[in-house]
């Protein structure tokens, strides 16, 4: 059901916790599933430098969050931006598909973050393909700190 990637970043979930004094903090929910996923990122001149993250959710949530902390970390702001759900997915070499929506969690989370990121700077860059807000819920409130 699961490939050993998937099982290995739930069993041993890299880069969990928080970061204090973060540049940017995203969370992010599936109000489906109740997958839950908050990520913190230390960006310095552009590059991000350290992420971490919490995710509250069933294993796939877990190992995608994992996957996606490692594919940014190191990466520019706009590099991570280019993040999908699709590479993560590959990365982890494949989800069952009843778990696909886990893989859009990290994404969008990558994504609010960086918003945060650039609202806390006074950036004026749009993200393309950002809702802010629920996956798959319809209800984009968003869920970012202030």
Known sequence: MYSEKVMDHFANPRNVGEIENADGIGEVGNAKCGDIMKIYLKIDGEIITDV?????????????????????????????????????????????????HCSVLAEEAVKSAVADYYKRNDIDK?????????????????????
């Not at 949530?61 to 594919?71: I, Y």
């Not at 702001?77 to 993560?88: F, S």
């Open 52 to 100: 971490k993250f919490k995710t509250f959710g069933c294993g796939a949530a877990v190992a995608t969050s994992s996957m996606a902390t490692e594919m940014i970390k190191g990466k520019t702001v706009d590099e991570a931006l280019l993040l999908t759900n699709k590479a993560v997915v590959e990365a982890l070499d494949g989800l069952p598909a009843a778990k696909i």
């Open 126 to 146: 749009e993200i393309p393909g950002f809702k802010g807000g629920c996956i798959e819920c319809d209800d984009h409130h968003g869920h970012g700190e202030e």
